[in-house]
């Protein structure tokens, strides 16, 4: 869609024509919604200014980048959004080249430009990186690595910081509002470098002191500090819903052809009064009523989630030295629960894993019992920490893994299928898994009493309501639930556990069922002893399949010398996941019931 023609009244029309489309549609199919909807004036504005055919693009998150889906000729194919086969609701080079790189974790987007930019250098091309970013996202690490060394490069990028949620410093009244827009002036700017330059050439060494100083001073008053002296010019703060203001000044920070920061103030969920403000829940949202807002619940079993929040909340009533921390998912992971009853015991750190996991680590070391609460998937962030700063010590961090498996419509940055790969090497790490609410609220009771680190993972949404018995775990034992008439033994890992069941009632024949619980250490003995009466055996967990239930499985009969077993995995193959109903995924995967049953005996 061209926009660069568009006048200022045809543009603001062409806002509101978005906003519509993109209420229609997740209010129908669900999505990320109050970020997207805040940012529709911002991403019209970037179109208008740079050129989306060479200038990169790149959204950090990408959770804002709906409006830039419809700006880039998918506006008929936007009704598919997050579905089986659809479009992704992230940016993804491989659906739309205007889509410069993946993201799906937060953070990342200043990195990109700094490499976009010099490669730009090398390659002597006149191309500008442009960044949006949250003002959430601002609270990783990883953003003041790039931003410092962006400084001191000097490299042409343009940052947008769309700052929905909160002021990096708050603008003082009528009088910095007035100096925002003077530093964002053209007049300013060419002074600022003139009289730089000046000093510079001209002026001895206690004058150029006193120069800076006064500065310094001027812009002591204003939101930037922070940027400026990391080396990075500041604009703003600005309407970040004003089009006119906003492509006024991006073709300002533009023309500077060095590193500019542009902060644009606006509101989540812009154009949808319901969600206006700061309201979590409209973030990433499921199909609601548009008239009033109403959520159409699909499933009223209680999720894996709330068991798991009510769980921790009775042990922290239990026990006082029981702590704990998310990264900026308190509602999803269920810790707002425990912020609210214990602020003072349990934190939400903001985007920041890396800080969470050695925070409590050294929690631990003081005598608290750590629980982290975070995604699957986000937990990878905190690799270094988890094995640097907890494993090394051995101390007793629980890390308690909630979208365990396919998360569905977030698709291959979200999914939860990595964490058994990635920490089964670990020294000291134990890794164990609940089969369903009850042996979930156990675990927690487990995991309590270790001395040593130790990971749980649990499903999005709701276990499967089994029928045998929640029993308490040991460390290291696996729990046979069901012996077999025949020679096979389906062994289950966590929520495979009820695959194994769901697949072992379709089949023929009265087949013995192991739940494994924990992957490390394994059962050896048990394992050991099936293996005399049981040769065929088949695993059903949902993780990828290199490095996972199997091969440890498979590991431990080689050490032992167990020649006679057949063994097959149902785990995932060596392939990222794309996004879609989790039905549709498995379905396409091949590893529903009704299909793995007809692969049992292949």
């Given at each position: 869609?061209?926009?660069?023609e568009?006048?200022l009244?045809?543009?603001?029309?062409?806002?509101?024509?978005?906003?519509?489309r993109?209420?229609?549609?997740v209010?129908?199919?669900?999505?990320?919604?109050?970020s997207?909807?805040?940012?529709v004036?911002?991403t019209?504005?970037?179109?208008?200014?740079?050129?989306i055919?060479?200038?990169?693009?790149?959204?950090?998150?990408?959770?804002?980048?709906?409006?830039?889906?419809?700006l880039?000729?998918?506006?008929?194919?936007?009704?598919t959004?997050?579905?089986?086969?659809?479009?992704?609701?992230?940016?993804?080079?491989?659906?739309?080249k205007?889509?410069?790189?993946v993201?799906?974790?937060?953070?990342?987007?200043?990195?990109?430009?700094?490499?976009?930019?010099?490669?730009?250098?090398?390659?002597?091309?006149?191309?500008?990186?442009?960044?949006?970013?949250g003002?959430?996202?601002?609270s990783a690490?990883?953003?003041?690595?790039?931003?410092?060394?962006?400084?001191?490069?000097?490299?042409?990028?343009v940052?947008?910081?769309?700052?929905?949620?909160?002021?990096?410093?708050?603008?003082i009244?009528?009088?910095s509002?007035?100096?925002s827009?003077?530093?964002?002036?053209?007049?300013?700017q060419?002074?600022?470098?003139?009289?730089?330059?000046?000093?510079?050439?001209n002026?001895?060494?206690?004058?150029?002191?006193?120069?800076?100083?006064?500065?310094?001073?001027f812009?002591l008053?204003?939101?930037?500090?922070?940027?400026?002296?990391?080396?990075?010019?500041?604009i703003?703060?600005?309407?970040?819903?004003?089009i006119?203001?906003?492509?006024?000044?991006?073709q300002?920070?533009?023309?500077?052809?060095?590193p500019?920061?542009?902060?644009?103030?606006?509101?989540?969920?812009?154009?949808?009064?319901i969600?206006?403000?700061?309201?979590?829940?409209?973030?990433?949202v499921?199909?609601?009523?548009?008239?009033?807002?109403?959520?159409?619940?699909?499933?009223?079993?209680?999720?894996?989630?709330?068991?798991?929040?009510y769980?921790?909340?009775?042990l922290?009533?239990?026990?006082?030295?029981?702590?704990?921390?998310?990264?900026?998912?308190?509602s999803?992971t269920?810790?707002?629960?425990?912020?609210?009853?214990f602020?003072?015991?349990?934190?939400?750190?903001?985007?920041?894993?890396?800080?969470a996991?050695?925070?409590?680590a050294?929690?631990?070391?003081?005598?608290f019992?750590?629980?982290?609460t975070?995604?699957?998937?986000?937990?990878?962030?905190?690799?270094?920490?988890?094995?640097?700063?907890?494993?090394?010590?051995?101390?007793?961090?629980?890390?308690?893994?909630?979208?365990?498996?396919?998360?569905?419509n977030?698709?291959?940055?979200?999914?939860?299928?990595?964490?058994?790969n990635?920490?089964?090497?670990?020294?000291?790490?134990?890794?164990?898994?609940?089969?369903?609410?009850f042996?979930?609220?156990?675990?927690?009771e487990?995991?309590?009493?270790?001395s040593?680190?130790?990971?749980?993972?649990?499903?999005?949404g709701s276990f499967?309501?089994?029928?045998?018995?929640?029993?308490?775990?040991?460390l290291g034992k696996?729990e046979?639930?069901?012996?077999?008439t025949?020679?096979?033994?389906?062994?289950?890992?966590?929520?495979?556990?009820s695959?194994?069941?769901e697949?072992?009632?379709?089949?023929n024949e009265?087949?013995?069922?192991?739940d494994l619980?924990?992957?490390?250490?394994?059962?050896?003995?048990?394992?050991i002893?099936?293996?005399k009466?049981?040769?065929?055996?088949?695993?059903?967990?949902?993780?990828?399949?290199?490095?996972?239930?199997?091969s440890?499985?498979?590991?431990?009969?080689?050490?032992?010398?167990?020649?006679?077993?057949?063994?097959?995995s149902?785990?995932?193959?060596?392939s990222?996941?794309?996004?879609?109903?989790?039905?549709?995924?498995?379905?396409?995967?091949?590893?529903?019931?009704?299909q793995?049953?007809?692969l049992?005996?292949?």
């Amino acid at each position: 869609m061209q926009v660069k023609e568009k006048s200022l009244k045809e543009l603001n029309e062409l806002s509101n024509k978005i906003r519509e489309r993109i209420i229609d549609v997740v209010s129908r199919k669900g999505g990320h919604f109050s970020s997207t909807l805040g940012a529709v004036e911002l991403t019209i504005a970037m179109h208008y200014v740079f050129d989306i055919e060479k200038d990169p693009f790149i959204f950090d998150v990408s959770h804002q980048c709906y409006a830039h889906k419809l700006l880039t000729n998918r506006w008929e194919e936007f009704e598919t959004i997050r579905q089986f086969g659809g479009l992704s609701g992230f940016t993804k080079p491989n659906e739309h080249k205007a889509d410069y790189f993946v993201a799906g974790h937060s953070s990342t987007s200043i990195s990109l430009a700094v490499g976009a930019a010099k490669a730009a250098k090398l390659k002597k091309e006149n191309r500008i990186p442009v960044v949006m970013i949250g003002d959430g996202s601002m609270s990783a690490g990883m953003i003041y690595e790039a931003l410092n060394e962006l400084g001191d490069l000097k490299l042409p990028v343009v940052i947008i910081l769309n700052d929905n949620e909160m002021s990096i410093a708050k603008p003082i009244g009528a009088i910095s509002k007035y100096l925002s827009k003077l530093l964002a002036g053209k007049f300013y700017q060419s002074f600022k470098t003139s009289v730089d330059k000046f000093i510079r050439n001209n002026m001895p060494e206690g004058t150029t002191y006193l120069a800076k100083r006064v500065e310094n001073s001027f812009k002591l008053i204003t939101p930037g500090i922070l940027f400026e002296e990391m080396g990075i010019d500041y604009i703003g703060p600005i309407d970040g819903h004003d089009i006119e203001e906003i492509i006024e000044v991006l073709q300002i920070a533009k023309s500077m052809n060095k590193p500019v920061i542009v902060h644009a103030k606006t509101v989540k969920g812009k154009g949808y009064k319901i969600a206006e403000g700061q309201h979590e829940q409209w973030h990433g949202v499921g199909p609601f009523n548009i008239e009033d807002g109403e959520f159409i619940k699909k499933n009223t079993k209680k999720s894996a989630t709330e068991v798991y929040s009510y769980a921790l909340l009775n042990l922290a009533k239990k026990y006082e030295n029981v702590v704990g921390v998310t990264a900026a998912m308190p509602s999803g992971t269920g810790i707002d629960r425990l912020i609210k009853e214990f602020p003072n015991r349990f934190w939400d750190v903001a985007i920041a894993e890396q800080h969470a996991v050695t925070s409590m680590a050294a929690m631990a070391k003081e005598g608290f019992k750590p629980f982290i609460t975070i995604y699957s998937t986000f937990l990878q962030r905190g690799f270094d920490q988890i094995i640097h700063d907890v494993c090394i010590m051995n101390l007793p961090v629980v890390f308690a893994m909630d979208r365990a498996g396919i998360v569905g419509n977030d698709g291959e940055t979200h999914q939860g299928v990595f964490d058994i790969n990635f920490l089964r090497f670990i020294p000291n790490m134990i890794l164990f898994a609940p089969r369903d609410n009850f042996t979930l609220e156990f675990a927690l009771e487990f995991a309590y009493t270790l001395s040593s680190p130790c990971a749980i993972r649990y499903p999005r949404g709701s276990f499967k309501e089994l029928e045998y018995k929640a029993n308490e775990f040991s460390l290291g034992k696996a729990e046979l639930l069901k012996e077999g008439t025949s020679n096979k033994l389906f062994i289950g890992y966590g929520a495979g556990v009820s695959k194994a069941i769901e697949v072992e009632k379709l089949h023929n024949e009265d087949i013995a069922i192991l739940d494994l619980r924990f992957v490390k250490p394994l059962d050896s003995d048990t394992l050991i002893n099936l293996s005399k009466k049981y040769n065929s055996w088949y695993i059903f967990s949902d993780s990828i399949k290199q490095g996972g239930v199997a091969s440890a499985i498979l590991e431990l009969l080689s050490e032992k010398n167990i020649t006679n077993i057949y063994l097959k995995s149902f785990e995932y193959e060596d392939s990222f996941i794309d996004h879609g109903d989790t039905v549709q995924v498995e379905e396409l995967l091949q590893l529903l019931p009704s299909q793995l049953v007809k692969l049992i005996d292949k």
